[in-house]
Nanobody, 123 residues
Framework: QVQLVESGGGLVQAGGSLRLSCAASGRTFTSYTVGWFRQAPGKEREFVVAINWSGSTHYVDSVKGRFTISRDNARNIVYLQMNSLKPEDTAVYYC?????????????????WGQGTQVTVSS
């Protein structure tokens, strides 16, 4: 079993920054892709960014140049640095464990999920 716990969410003004963390316990996720998804009220959960075991990353176009994903395999933590936040970034952010090797965008390819952390960006 893998348990994922997100932290770091909060309320920030537009243009501000937050850093989210996703800490894993149980079995490690060193060899696995880890993704961040978000879900705004009334909307589907959408892919934001993911990183595989070698450090390769995929970003959704709307966050490129503003968000940065990184991982600390020694500590079993994945980070999401979010800069230049916009009101449309407001959502619950989830981290999830994906497959080994490749980086899928669809949530069905991810098997373990955290409980989510709320990010609210005020205008």
């Amino acid at each position: 079993q893998v348990q994922l716990v997100e932290s770091g969410g909060g309320l920030v003004q537009a243009g501000g920054s937050l850093r989210l963390s996703c800490a894993a316990s149980g079995r490690t996720f060193t060899s696995y892709t880890v993704g961040w998804f978000r879900q705004a009220p009334g909307k589907e959960r959408e892919f934001v960014v993911a990183i595989n075991w070698s450090g390769s990353t995929h970003y959704v176009d709307s966050v490129k140049g503003r968000f940065t994903i990184s991982r600390d395999n020694a500590r079993n933590i994945v980070y999401l640095q979010m800069n230049s936040l916009k009101p449309e970034d407001t959502a619950v952010y989830y981290c999830a464990r994906g497959p080994t090797g490749w980086i899928p965008h669809h949530r069905n390819e991810y098997d373990y999920w955290g409980q989510g952390t709320q990010v609210t960006v005020s205008s």
